[in-house]
Nanobody, 124 residues
């Protein structure tokens, strides 16, 4: 009933920028927290940044000052602006959302959802 679709990944040289987008769709009533996580080869998935419904943000120390998370509630979309990219930012980036929605029986439910992931590759 809920889908998260990411876009905007790609390859860039160190120092470059990329902007990721993640749009939610479905019988959504509201979205609480939204966030971005990443997973590099051989490593665990880690938090990159989160934003609450009232626009409070939280960042991993490794991206503070370089990445900016934002959201457009009307479009049910979360963004991640990534500047001054480094090779160590190379990973698959996943969006995540805490969503209240109606199921097929029109019952209100709440769930945590992930996008399919988008690859970000930063070359030196």
């Amino acid at each position: 009933q809920v889908q998260l679709v990411e876009s905007g990944g790609g390859s860039v040289q160190a120092g470059g920028s990329l902007r990721l987008s993640c749009a939610a769709s479905g019988r959504i009533l509201s979205i609480k927290d939204m966030g971005w996580y990443r997973q590099a080869p051989g490593k665990q998935r880690e938090l990159v940044a989160t934003v609450t419904s009232d626009d409070s943000t939280n960042y991993a120390d490794s991206v503070k000052g370089r990445f900016t998370i934002s959201r457009d509630n009307a479009k049910m979309t979360v963004y991640l602006q990534m500047n001054s990219l480094k090779p160590e930012d190379t990973a698959v980036y996943y969006c995540n959302a805490d969503v209240s929605y109606r199921d097929s029986l029109w019952i209100s439910r709440r769930g945590n959802y992930w996008g399919q992931g988008t690859q970000v590759t930063v070359s030196s």
